[in-house]
């Protein structure tokens, strides 16, 4: 089980917020942070941990986790003992890693416009790592499982998209291509059996994956080209920075 976890937060976007609730002369003066955890994003978030702010660092770092999939909100406490209003709801850093590795293999880039969200891609990880490891808590995960459940993500979500596109759900394509309805739908079969065949070979060769260690022996290293074509994604220039809590 993974020791802790890290959430972000950015201390400028909070003196700015402090301010414009208390006037640009108001000294904000943080003493420690409150983690609150939730099982889904819109759910009821429950104090796990009071961590002591460090301003050297622009995360938090909390052992009292119970998934790290979870989603999570920060409050910080003021020198007066004052507790501020709860963040939007944000996810660990280890979790926002893994899901834009899976981005990137799957070139769903354009976050204005994205295939899916991150609760779509929270919920096939852990779908994937279940399958992977007969484990549906990701606490568990280690960056050695990132290959396996990011193929194994890959492919839910072309059959997803396989399914979305034979009905009439909005999918967007480059400017200039055009694609007949029968032809997207088997671009995604077609790399999700090319990625479920992939699958089949390594566990084949290496067998069970251990959820404690994480070890899998002979692990080859995965190459996302050997059963990926030309994406229909839009292509941005790169993907949004850290997701931050405040």
């Not at 909070?14 to 904000?28: F, H, P, Q, S």
């Not at 939730?38 to 978030?45: A, E, I, N, R, V």
Request: with cysteine.
């Amino acid at each position: 089980m993974s020791d802790s976890i890290r959430i972000y937060f950015d201390v400028k976007d909070i003196e700015t917020a402090y301010k414009e609730l208390n006037g640009d002369e108001a000294v904000l003066d943080i003493v420690s942070f409150k983690v609150y955890e939730s099982s889904s994003k819109g759910g009821t978030y429950k104090l796990i941990d009071t961590v002591p702010y460090d301003s050297k660092l622009s995360y938090v770092e909390t052992l009292f986790f119970s998934d790290m999939g979870n989603w999570y909100k920060l409050s910080y406490i003021s020198g007066d003992g004052s507790e501020s209003s709860l963040s939007e709801p944000t996810i660990s850093e280890e979790i926002s890693n893994l899901i834009d590795n899976i981005i990137i293999d799957m070139q769903d880039t354009d976050r204005d416009n994205p295939a899916f969200n991150e609760e779509q891609y929270i919920s096939k990880i852990r779908d994937a790592y279940g399958r992977l490891t007969q484990e549906d808590n990701l606490s568990y995960l280690r960056e050695k499982h990132f290959g396996m459940i990011s193929l194994l993500t890959r492919i839910s979500c072309c059959y997803d998209l396989a399914y979305r596109n034979s009905g009439n759900f909005p999918i967007g394509l480059p400017d200039g291509i055009s694609i007949d309805k029968g032809a997207r739908v088997e671009h995604y079969l077609s790399i999700a059996r090319g990625l479920e065949n992939q699958y089949t070979q390594i566990k084949n060769d290496v067998g069970q994956v251990d959820i404690i260690s994480g070890e899998v022996s002979g692990n080859p290293k995965l190459n996302s080209t050997e059963a990926t074509r030309k994406t229909y994604f839009r292509d941005a220039s790169r993907i949004r920075g850290n997701r931050y809590a405040i």
